[in-house]
């Protein structure tokens, strides 16, 4: 079963953390993609393309570039490179996160043993050291479980993500939505039918860790979400109720002082 890897990347990367990626989504799997799509997400600093060279090397003419000239962002990104991809499986990475040395293999046999759409895994977080993970992102395994739990957070990990291109194309890809893109196209996946499974293990490591605190809270993070909310409940994932107790909750989680949001953050990672 042939797959695709698709990452994007633009000019704040670190050009040592791509190079662990590229590392991690090569060198070291058991199952490698058959080919690697690469989004240049407007101009790169000269250190990254000089990264991308030595690995340019490495895959040959299975490294395959998507040339954006001005930054557009992630979610259009990626809707320019899932049309470059040649294959229906294609697997998702971030440019500065790890990938576990038999994610690939593991999720391709979900593929061929269980009817579904999207198969993503746990996660652990880290904030310097790989080794040093600070928590996990564990999300629910079974179709019925994660609808359930969508209904109130993020229930694929989107660094982990593989998925059916059609399905993706099918439910409209990556739309606009501030802060919330990923979220937004399961919730949609969802409501056409499309199959859901989480591998309960990580099986990527993510830089991460309590530096979420800083980028998902204060108000307009709050606004964003409450936008968000308000989309669900128009396209009917929501009830009025569900709607009315995620915005009080996640509302106030995103403006409590960031010791408290800490604090909550380290309990759901427990």
């Not at 993020?154 to 291109?165: E, G, L, R």
Request: proline share 4%; net charge positive; aromatic share 12%.
């Amino acid at each position: 079963m042939k797959f695709s890897l698709l990452i994007s990347i633009y000019y704040n990367v670190i050009p040592e953390y791509f190079d662990r990626c590229m590392k991690s989504i090569w060198s070291e799997q058991t199952l490698k993609p058959n080919e690697v799509v690469l989004v240049h997400d407007g101009k790169l600093t000269d250190e990254l393309y000089a990264s991308i060279d030595k690995w340019n090397k490495e895959l040959g003419n299975l490294f395959k570039h998507v040339i954006i000239e001005k930054n557009v962002g992630l979610g259009h990104a990626l809707n320019i490179g899932l049309e470059n991809c040649n294959y229906e499986m294609v697997a998702r990475m971030d440019p500065d996160d790890i990938s576990l040395p038999y994610r690939f293999e593991r999720q391709i046999e979900v593929f061929k043993q269980c009817d579904v759409d999207i198969c993503g895994s746990w996660i652990g977080e880290f904030d310097k050291d790989e080794n040093n993970i600070v928590s996990y992102r564990k999300t629910p395994q079974t179709h019925e479980k994660i609808v359930s739990f969508a209904k109130k957070r993020n229930p694929i990990n989107h660094p982990s993500v593989m998925y059916k291109k059609s399905m993706v194309n099918n439910s409209g890809g990556y739309n606009k939505m501030a802060g919330f893109q990923d979220y937004y196209l399961w919730c949609r996946m969802i409501l056409e039918g499309a199959k859901f499974y989480n591998i309960p293990e990580p099986l990527v490591r993510m830089r991460a860790g309590y530096s979420q605190i800083e980028r998902r809270s204060g108000m307009k993070y709050a606004v964003e979400e409450i936008n968000f909310q308000r989309e669900l409940y128009r396209l009917g994932f929501l009830n009025i109720f569900e709607f009315a107790a995620n915005v009080l909750i996640r509302f106030a989680s995103r403006v409590f002082p960031k010791k408290i949001i800490k604090q909550i953050y380290k309990r759901l990672r427990e």
